[in-house]
């Protein structure tokens, strides 16, 4: 038994860290047209276009979900197809090939990186299970420039307030 907290970090609300994703997911080289903004999720799509992430010429079709959990970390999901020659059959669209992946995850972690510098420090992205990424920060930097703690180690920094304790069975 682990005890897993959902944490609330006084100064650094998680709607802000959203919204600046959002942001950033809507400007290049993203450009991610549709997204739905939740309390603890972004979903984009985009439809059908000429990829400016994907060398050699490739049509994408695209979609991220960005998710931000209970303890302040960020899980990026990506269901991407490609088409050479954009054609509006089904059957054309296919998966992408691994240096495809390699080249679009890249472009998500550093339009996610980039946009949270001012809040995460020392972030740190590793993959949970195929086509999804975490990532996390050393530290996070409040809307009023306090430091604070990453608090996964139960961290008793006052501007961290654990909300709501629950108990998951771990292997």
Known sequence: MREI?????????????????????SLSPLLMPDRTVKSDRIMSVAPRRFSKILSGNWFEWPQVLVELDLQYRLTVSLDLMVNKQNTSDPADWHLPTDDQLGEYRQAIAGTVTSALAAICMKPGWKERW???????????????GAIVKTPIDGSTDPRVTKVRPEHHDLP
Not at 9 to 24: C, E, K, V, Y
Not at 130 to 144: P, R, Y
Request: aromatic letters at 6%; a negative charge.
């Open 130 to 144: 195929s086509g999804t990424h975490e990532l996390t920060c050393e530290g996070l930097k409040t809307l009023d």
């Open 5 to 25: 907290y959902e944490f609330e970090i006084r100064g650094l609300p998680r709607s802000s860290i959203l919204r600046t994703l959002d942001n950033a997911i």
